[in-house]
């Protein structure tokens, strides 16, 4: 069973930074799939960034503002958040993606960027 931890978020002007952290733990492979994604209030979730040994994609959104990193060593993934705009608004959800694509989420962490 994999739990994941999230950590940051919170209240920024347009413009401004934050960076969210997401622990994992549990049975955690280094070819899993660790990312963020993010939900808008009344849209879908969407992807944001994963990444994979020698693979990062990023949504066209957020590419060159945000950048996700990974410590395969302590099972972590962060996305720091530059840049911000109101429309990066919304809740976050860390996630692994586990061999058969079985997913694993985290509770969700609050973004919210004024304008």
């Known amino acids: 069973q994999v739990q994941l931890t999230e950590s940051g978020g919170g209240l920024a002007q347009a413009g401004g930074s934050l960076r969210l952290s997401c622990a994992a733990s549990?049975?955690?492979?280094?070819?899993?799939?660790m990312g963020w994604y993010r939900q808008a209030p009344g849209k879908q979730r969407e992807l944001v960034a994963n990444i994979i040994p020698g693979s990062i994609s990023y949504a066209d959104s957020v590419r060159g503002r945000f950048t996700i990193s990974r410590d395969y060593a302590k099972n972590m993934v962060s996305l720091q958040m530059n840049s911000l705009k109101p429309e990066d608004t919304g809740v976050y959800y860390c996630?692994?993606?586990?061999?058969?694509?079985?997913?694993?989420w985290g509770q969700g962490t609050q973004v919210t960027v004024s304008s």
């Open positions: 549990g049975s955690i492979f280094s070819g899993y799939t």
């Open positions: 996630n692994v993606q586990a061999f058969g694509a079985k997913n694993y």
